[in-house]
């Protein structure tokens, strides 16, 4: 019965960090597993939460900073950006106004919110502009001609 009860708080572990995606919750799951295969061999109730505070410890401290190391962004690798990575730096074309709280913009024939990357800045139906940053659903954008004076905002120099 041990055996059981480990094994669904390794599942509601499991599921709660598709939820929170910063790979903690699955250390803590992963502990709980192996509390269940303790608990499967027969061991006692204090020897299972000892394998499961052993096995979450390690995990978190050796495993989950492996993987942080190798989960790097594409930009960062030097691969190949795709998804909303590959929007950052592309161009973009006003549609309607875009100011600190309203926009719209076409980005490679698709239509985006857009906000000024530049709270102080709007741009007018027609300007080309870059996009700096993708939050959510929301392309923040600056404008286009980096080749100005003051070019990309101080967060992109």
Do not use: N
């Given at each position: 019965?041990?055996?059981?009860?480990?094994?669904?708080?390794?599942?509601?572990?499991?599921?709660?960090?598709?939820?929170?995606?910063t790979l903690f919750l699955?250390?803590?799951?992963?502990?709980?597993?192996?509390?269940?295969?303790?608990?499967?061999?027969?061991?006692?109730?204090?020897?299972?939460?000892?394998?499961?505070?052993?096995?979450?410890?390690?995990?978190?401290?050796?495993?989950?900073?492996?993987?942080?190391?190798?989960?790097?962004?594409?930009?960062?690798?030097?691969?190949?950006?795709?998804?909303?990575?590959?929007?950052?730096?592309?161009?973009?074309?006003?549609?309607?106004?875009?100011?600190?709280?309203?926009?719209?913009?076409?980005?490679?024939?698709?239509?985006?919110?857009?906000?000024?990357?530049?709270?102080?800045?709007?741009?007018?139906?027609?300007?080309?502009?870059?996009?700096?940053?993708?939050?959510?659903?929301?392309?923040?954008?600056?404008?286009?001609?980096?080749?100005?004076?003051?070019?990309?905002?101080?967060?992109?120099?």
């Open positions: 019965m041990d055996a059981v009860l480990w094994i669904v708080l390794g599942v509601v572990l499991a599921v709660a960090e598709i939820f929170t995606t699955i250390m803590f799951a992963a502990g709980a597993f192996a509390a269940a295969g303790a608990a499967a061999l027969g061991a006692p109730v204090a020897l299972q939460a000892l394998v499961f505070a052993v096995v979450s410890a390690l995990s978190v401290a050796v495993v989950r900073p492996i993987i942080q190391k190798h989960a790097r962004s594409a930009l960062e690798s030097g691969e190949q950006p795709f998804g909303v990575e590959a929007l950052e730096g592309a161009t973009a074309l006003v549609l309607e106004p875009v100011d600190a709280e309203r926009g719209l913009v076409k980005i490679d024939g698709e239509l985006w919110s857009a906000r000024a990357y530049d709270a102080t800045r709007s741009y007018a139906a027609g300007e080309r502009v870059q996009v700096i940053k993708v939050r959510g659903a929301i392309a923040l954008v600056w404008q286009d001609d980096i080749s100005t004076p003051g070019g990309l905002p101080e967060a992109k120099r």
